[in-house]
């Protein structure tokens, strides 16, 4: 319970996280558990064995403060698909409801890119069986992919900084190349990735182009892992299982794996 408060609203808040994490995993994941989840590319073979394969129970659970960061997130993401989602209904009404005497204005106007969003859609790679869901797709006569991506505002100079630290994980660079494989089969083309960051500290807002070789890269990955997987739990390798070893100490199965210290 916080400080001062006669009311424990802290922890309703928190049950209601609970609930809200629930109702996600029973529509997203239930019943798909074998499944690979697109958004651990680049992740320790261990954990996503634990994941997918065995499927064992978290060892470690998400504190409450973890939580409420993680919230923070998914309500930055929800508005950014409201608003791409009004932007494809503006466009529509407008377009409907154009005067007659603006018809030569509509033609001309057709002869221009069109743009359209697609939002929070799944994507399926039967071969690597991985699935997920991607944040946004804009659509003209190319494709462009975005994942929006919230940070604090340590972890915002440490990348845009003057002096920006190295940051040897490319951990999100898969990620999007995982979706980006999908998005390429389905549209026939994609012509551009990018991650889309947004820090909760001062609200600004940066893209980041992400070269389309992560493609490649996130298919080998997928594959390497299901191969690996075949043979069973994958032993501890530097780079691999973990691929930073500072990633154990946040990971949900720390016990379950039991690391060498």
């Known amino acids: 319970m916080a400080l001062n408060s006669p009311v424990d609203i802290e922890g309703i808040y928190n049950d209601y996280l609970d609930d809200k994490q629930e109702e996600n995993r029973l529509k997203r994941y239930s019943g798909k558990e074998s499944w690979y989840h697109a958004s651990g590319a680049g992740s320790c073979s261990r954990k996503l ?39 494809n209904r503006d466009i529509y009404n407008r377009d409907n409801n154009r005067d007659i005497t603006l018809l030569e204005e509509k033609e001309n106007k ?114 390497n892992i299901n191969d690996e997987h075949k043979e069973g739990l994958p032993q501890f390798r530097k780079g691999v299982s973990p691929v930073q070893a500072w990633q154990c100490n946040y990971c949900q199965f720390l016990d379950h794996c039991n690391p060498p210290r």
Not at 62 to 79: F, P, S, Y
Not at 140 to 168: I, M, Q
């Open 110 to 223: 057709n002869k221009e890119k069109e743009l359209k969003f697609h939002t929070e859609q799944e994507i399926t790679i039967d071969a690597l069986n991985v699935r997920g869901f991607y944040d946004a797709v804009a659509e003209t006569d190319e494709v462009y992919l975005y994942d929006f991506k919230t940070c604090g505002g340590y972890s915002w100079k440490l990348k845009f900084g003057r002096k920006p630290a190295f940051n040897p994980s490319i951990h999100y660079e898969l990620q999007l190349g995982t979706y980006g494989y999908a998005i390429k089969e389905q549209f026939g083309r994609l012509d551009g990735m990018y991650l889309y960051y947004y820090n909760k500290d001062t609200s600004m807002m940066r893209a980041v182009s992400v070269p389309l070789t992560y493609i490649s890269r996130a298919y080998l990955f997928w594959r």
């Open 49 to 87: 064995y634990f994941e997918s394969v065995e499927k064992a129970k978290p060892s470690n659970p998400l504190d409450a403060k973890t939580k409420r960061l993680l919230r923070l997130g998914n309500v930055v993401h929800d508005d950014f698909e409201k608003a791409l989602t009004r932007y």
